[in-house]
């Protein structure tokens, strides 16, 4: 039987927050086995805040969670990391309101956890198993989750630029034969320039910059690095939707295609999943033969 996981001690970080452009401090503290994911605020004393889809408030550029009239914003990159290591309960605790950003991907969040090691906790893991298909639209873009053996996790955004048009649009990751930790975390957030004075007119990219974000300006990308991976776009919508989705409180065992779907369409689908108790059973795995492929590497 597989065990749920927490992490085995401390793990701290120090960033600024991406929309507020405010610094934080984040701790990531072990969890009993059935706590989740929960958030503290400490400069705002109360209950924790649940890592759970149906306290999602604000899916404007990034997916903040908000619970007894406290907020957490910009989780996705954190819950991604989290799904990729498969840390069930963890308790995050935040100096300030948002997430910091560190280098707009997950990998440094993989590698604080990692940094603190992983414990087993002697309390079976449970799985979501999707057993009919749930799809959710909205305009032109669609989410779509269905039944699957292991988690398979497909992407296409839709942009004409002259950027995007000479990178991939489309992913497709088998996590059975694809590991998220070497191929998807170090996957950054991307933007295009021109848009950032719109974002900013709205209070968000506040901490926004070229060290936590690939800037595209008309035709080129600005970062003298240059991309991660070829397909470092579309993965990052994947890493994205990957971590939306774990705010269903469990990893889902089950496939995910999303077209041109958002933080927005990505809470929509958890929410209509979970209002769909026929499209879905709780399910503790009774072998390791496929670790991997539920998300335990
Ligand atoms: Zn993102």
Redesign the pocket.
């Known amino acids: 039987m597989l065990c749920q996981r927490t992490i085995d001690g401390p793990a701290h970080a120090i960033g600024i927050g991406v929309h507020s452009g405010r610094p934080v401090r984040m701790t990531l503290r072990p969890a009993d086995a059935d706590t989740g994911i929960e958030f503290q605020r400490l400069d705002k004393p109360g209950r924790p805040i649940r890592a759970r889809a149906e306290n999602v408030s604000d899916t404007t550029l990034?997916t903040s969670l908000s619970e007894g009239g406290v907020q957490i914003a910009?989780v996705?990159?954190l819950m991604?990391a989290l799904w990729g290591l498969g840390i069930d309960n963890a308790r995050v605790e935040l100096s300030s309101e948002e997430v910091p950003i560190m280098d707009?991907?997950a990998q440094p969040f993989v590698e604080i956890i990692q940094g603190a090691g992983i414990r087993n906790l002697a309390v079976p893991r449970k799985f979501i198993r999707i057993t009919r298909e749930v799809s959710v639209s909205q305009g032109e873009a669609k989410a779509t989750l269905s039944p699957y053996d292991g988690f398979r996790a497909g992407y296409t955004f839709v942009a004409d630029h002259p950027v995007f048009n000479r990178y991939p649009k489309t992913i497709e990751v088998d996590f059975a034969s694809t590991s998220y930790l070497d191929e998807v975390c170090g996957a950054?957030?991307f933007g295009l320039m021109r848009e950032l004075d719109q974002a900013r007119a709205i209070r968000k990219c506040l901490g926004s910059s070229l060290d936590n974000a690939v800037g595209i300006d008309d035709d080129e990308i600005v970062n003298t690095e240059g991309l991660r991976y070829e397909d470092e776009f579309v993965k990052?919508?994947l890493?994205?939707a990957i971590?939306d989705l774990y705010l269903l409180g469990l990893p889902v065992i089950g496939a995910f295609d999303g077209y041109m779907s958002g933080?927005t369409l990505n809470n929509k689908l958890a929410r209509a999943l979970l209002r769909c108790p026929d499209a879905w059973v709780l399910q503790a795995l009774p072998t390791t033969r496929r670790r991997q492929a539920y998300s335990l590497h």
Do not use: N, V
């Open positions: 990034a910009t996705e990159h991604s707009g991907s950054r957030s990052h919508k890493l994205d971590g933080h």
